[in-house]
């Protein structure tokens, strides 16, 4: 039991000392970014597997909710389409359809997006 108590203070200093000692190589490592490059290219391409230096998605910053109050607002790759007023982005809209209180009204016809969004 003598032994025991003992070892239990070794212990912690030991886990007390790898923490303090690798905290900090652990948060350089996550500041300076992820990646490798001493991992294989990518068969057809450039870059490493996990290579830090391939270019990297844009941020989207995320729409909100709409309320009782207030419209929502989109996410900050988001095309508007209709904004409430413009009808230019349709095909076909000019034959009736026109924005009415700060909805798209279709009146007779269809309207297509100019923007073909699905391939």
Do not use: C
Not at 26 to 36: D, T
Not at 64 to 93: H, M, V, Y
């Amino acid at each position: 039991m003598k032994t025991l108590n003992l070892l239990i203070p070794f212990i912690a200093a030991f886990i007390i000392g790898g923490i303090l000692l690798l905290g900090p190589a652990q948060s350089a490592e996550q500041e300076s970014g992820m990646g490798y490059e001493d991992t294989p290219v990518l068969p057809g391409g450039k870059w490493h597997v996990h290579d830090a230096k391939r270019p990297q998605p844009v941020k989207v910053t995320a729409g909100t909710a709409s309320t009782q109050e207030r419209a929502g607002l989109p996410p900050s790759d988001a095309e508007i389409l209709f904004d409430g007023k413009d009808i230019s982005k349709w095909r076909n809209a000019s034959d009736g359809a026109r924005p009415v209180d700060g909805t798209g009204r279709l009146f007779g016809g269809g309207a297509q997006s100019r923007r073909h969004l699905y391939p």
